[in-house]
């Protein structure tokens, strides 16, 4: 398909319209909704309660919650209905329906425990099981700049998860060492 035989296009669609789209047309809006907990739950609990708690996983409308310390989980079983309330103020109710609180060792920051150095994700190859996936997940766009955008930020991300996954094994064998 050329320039000249689309149609005039009114307005650039953000990314996140684009994608959600995709999401929805292949059954997996609902899923990421739910996730979006993870990203409410140190505005839903305040900073203390985040400080000393980590969501871990949704199963069933559970949210499960790793906790610091037994003090803090018989705190939170009595500020469960509170923090339900709060989680279906900003996700809707009926999306977290319960809580299911677990000790365990919080990591100070989640989202850079165990990640790759700075562009060590670049240098991943990828397998050709998820190179399948990539090319089974984008087998219905037909639109190749779509499918060419989509199949790069596959890509990237396929690479990232794989470098973090490597960088957390090597930084797990060393400290068993």
């Given at each position: 398909?050329?320039?000249?035989?689309?149609?005039?296009?009114?307005?650039?669609?953000?990314?996140?319209?684009?994608?959600?789209?995709?999401?929805?047309?292949?059954?997996?809006?609902?899923?990421?909704?739910?996730?979006?907990?993870?990203?409410?739950?140190?505005?839903?609990?305040?900073?203390?309660?985040?400080?000393?708690?980590?969501?871990?996983?949704?199963?069933?409308?559970?949210?499960e919650?790793?906790?610091?310390?037994?003090?803090?989980?018989?705190?939170?079983?009595?500020?469960k209905?509170?923090?339900?309330?709060?989680l279906?103020?900003?996700?809707?109710?009926?999306?977290?329906?319960?809580?299911?609180?677990?000790?365990?060792?919080?990591?100070?920051?989640?989202?850079?425990?165990?990640?790759?150095?700075p562009?060590?994700?670049?240098?991943?190859?990828?397998?050709?099981?998820?190179?399948?996936?990539i090319?089974?997940?984008?087998?219905?766009?037909?639109?190749?700049?779509?499918?060419?955008?989509?199949?790069?930020v596959?890509?990237?991300?396929?690479?990232?998860?794989k470098a973090?996954?490597?960088?957390?094994?090597?930084?797990?064998?060393?400290?068993?060492?």
């Open positions: 398909m050329t320039k000249s035989d689309r149609g005039r296009m009114f307005r650039a669609l953000p990314l996140g319209e684009i994608l959600e789209q995709v999401l929805k047309e292949r059954g997996l809006s609902d899923r990421l909704h739910k996730y979006r907990a993870f990203s409410c739950w140190a505005r839903a609990v305040g900073p203390q309660v985040a400080a000393q708690t980590q969501p871990l996983r949704i199963r069933d409308g559970i949210l919650v790793r906790v610091a310390h037994p003090v803090w989980m018989q705190q939170l079983q009595l500020l209905p509170r923090i339900l309330a709060r279906a103020e900003y996700l809707g109710p009926g999306v977290i329906n319960d809580l299911y609180l677990r000790q365990g060792r919080i990591e100070k920051n989640p989202s850079t425990t165990g990640a790759p150095t562009l060590a994700w670049k240098s991943i190859k990828l397998g050709p099981a998820e190179e399948e996936y090319a089974a997940t984008l087998a219905t766009v037909t639109d190749p700049d779509l499918r060419r955008n989509m199949e790069r596959m890509r990237r991300q396929a690479q990232v998860e973090r996954r490597e960088a957390q094994k090597s930084s797990a064998g060393s400290s068993s060492s």
